[in-house]
């Protein structure tokens, strides 16, 4: 199975933003400033890609599904589960 | 990761700075945003001092915020809802927190003066998006309807899949605005087409004009409004106020005399270029058969390439009118990149029950939401 949690971590570090280097899985990634609005959509269109369809923002509670690394990994294997 | 910014409120002497940011947005020509700022938000009769946060860096403006002042209604109770809106930063100072800290200070400021939420209904595709990770809510979709004659369906589909491609769609909205400042002018009418088929098609019984009639328009929302719904006031000095933009251009079509029976307002950009996209920003009558009559015959003048109007919370046989007439669902599909318009909220209190004036927001059909409840119309 595709591992997720690193090469999410590898995408965010590939936007060079600022403090990549201390995202730990539990980090707040939007609440905490370590992404800001750009690197943040860029971040959602990565997500929607390994979803592998179009996704609608307003179907789900995005603040708590995609806060973390943690749970941005179970959010696309949660979907990856039901689209299989 | 403060780096030396600092957001501070909105003073007048700012208001030259809000103007020139504001060149990446409202408008690339600093005068015409001068008077939008304005109209918006000093002659707006819901407003107290101008409310627009700003990410100075020195005594550079990088970045700001601004919450447009609106009051609603639920039966005779009035209370202000206001909205976000405005929201930019300059390139060069992206990814660097600002938007969550301009966001922060902004709704800190509209929680301390008693409102229990702030709306959006004018966000990008980016802003929503933001939004949504910062504990706003999508409430439900605005269900933007569209009709456009068959011949431009395919350039319409063609612009849309333009649009949706990120940085082809910001190099897009760059050339759009250089081209509307560049053609803008003495001889530029964006309803020019419009009212030249208009006038040719002779119908003595719709009056058409630029500019509103309050009385009138105020007195027609009286006898038809429902007063079991969250609805924008609409008053003669809402109506005095509300279509004076300078950004927007409007065309008011007016059934019935001596008393108004109905009207229809279309909106759209005043410096756009080229065959423009018309919104129908208001329409009021107190019978279907008005209604039709005035969708019909701004529908059968044409004069536009695309004609748009909010779906959301119009009454069933509005929408069955405007199905019949060619009317489908302009945003079948959302995605990240291109999600649906959406009412869109924060609550700023906590636990929040999501009620105003005793009814529930969350409930679509609780509202009545036009366009021109949008600061972008």
Wanted: charged share 25%; with cysteine.
């Amino acid at each position: 199975m595709k591992n997720y949690r690193n090469e999410l971590i590898a995408f965010i570090r590939g936007l060079e933003v600022p403090d990549a280097g201390v995202i730990d899985d539990d980090t707040p990634l939007l609440e905490s400033g370590v992404l800001d609005s750009l690197a943040f959509f860029q971040l959602a269109l990565w997500i929607e890609r390994q979803i592998g369809g179009k996704l609608d923002p307003a179907t789900f509670d995005l603040q708590q599904e995609w806060r973390t690394v943690r749970s941005i990994v179970a959010f696309i294997e949660r979907w990856q589960t039901v689209t299989r | 990761m403060s780096l030396g910014y600092e957001i501070v409120r909105f003073t007048p002497e700012m208001t030259e700075r809000v103007a020139a940011l504001q060149t990446h947005l409202w408008s690339p020509n600093i005068s015409r945003n001068l008077a939008y700022f304005k109209w918006k938000y000093e002659q707006n009769p819901y407003a107290g001092p101008p409310q627009i946060y700003l990410a100075m860096l020195g005594e550079e403006a990088v970045g700001m915020r601004g919450v447009f002042a609106a009051r609603w209604q639920v039966g005779d109770q009035e209370f202000d809802l206001p909205s976000t809106c405005d929201f930019v930063i300059l390139p060069e100072h992206r990814d660097r927190g600002l938007a969550k800290r301009i966001m922060d200070v902004a709704l800190a400021d509209v929680a301390a003066a008693g409102c229990p939420f702030v709306l959006n209904l004018s966000g990008s595709p980016l802003t929503q998006l933001i939004s949504l990770g910062m504990g706003w809510r999508s409430l439900w979709p605005l269900d933007l309807l569209g009709r456009c004659p068959p011949e431009r369906q395919l350039t319409t589909r063609l612009k849309s899949a333009v649009k949706s491609l990120r940085p082809v769609a910001d190099a897009y909205r760059w050339m759009r605005r250089r081209m509307r400042d560049a053609w803008s002018g003495p001889g530029e009418r964006p309803f020019a087409r419009f009212d030249d088929l208009a006038a040719a098609a002779r119908d003595d019984d719709i009056r058409i004009t630029s500019s509103p009639e309050p009385d009138g328009m105020a007195r027609l929302v009286a006898q038809g409004v429902r007063h079991d719904r969250i609805r924008h006031v609409r008053d003669r000095a809402y109506f005095t106020w509300r279509f004076l933009n300078p950004l927007v251009e409007y065309r008011f079509l007016y059934l019935g005399r001596p008393e108004l029976e109905g009207y229809l307002v279309l909106a759209t950009p005043r410096h756009s270029t080229g065959v423009p996209v018309l919104k129908v920003a208001d329409l009021w009558s107190l019978r279907p058969e008005t209604e039709a009559r005035l969708l019909d015959a701004v529908i059968g003048w044409g004069g536009f390439d695309v004609l748009y109007v909010w779906g959301a919370t119009l009454a069933e046989r509005t929408r069955a009118l405007l199905v019949a007439r060619g009317f489908r669902e302009a945003e079948p599909t959302a995605s990240i990149a291109a999600p649906r318009r959406a009412l869109m909220a924060k609550a700023l209190a906590d636990p929040c029950d999501w009620r105003v004036g005793g009814i529930s927001m969350l409930d679509m059909t609780h509202w009545d939401l036009r366009m021109i409840d949008s600061d972008g119309v």
